[in-house]
């Protein structure tokens, strides 16, 4: 399992490459979308990752147009963060070419039999119902 997730990694990072963004761009692209309008405290917790860190990510990710920092109406201390309308486009694309990574790297199962591995890794997870989607 080790090696096919490295693999798919590997397999996702070229093609972000592609996008200009890298793995953690692409996880912070995706936690602010999820969240709505977090702080960076928010995803710095949620993702694992050191604030210093992430305040790099976020001034890359700001300097492109991708995101917008600005801080909270209501506490001053924290900035929100949210994907501007070209960040949105561009997750898109990223989610696109994630998902075509993975699909290529799967592409010697049968349908039913990426399904069931989705249904099993969910089950190792400890994930109890299962998510809407095409593995559903």
Known sequence: MGRLHDRVLSDIALRLKDLGLTLR????????ALTGAPSQQDIATDLGIDRSDLVRVL????????????????????????????????LDKANDAADGATAGRLASLTTAEQGELHHLL???????????????
């Open 25 to 32: 761009d692409h996880s912070v692209l995706n936690a602010i």
């Open 59 to 90: 001034d890359r990710l700001e300097e492109s147009d991708v995101i917008r920092r600005r801080r909270s109406d209501v506490d001053r201390r924290r900035h929100e963060l949210t994907l501007t309308t070209e960040g949105k486009a561009l």
């Open 122 to 136: 969910l089950k190792a997870l400890g994930v109890t119902s299962r998510p809407c989607g095409p593995h559903a």
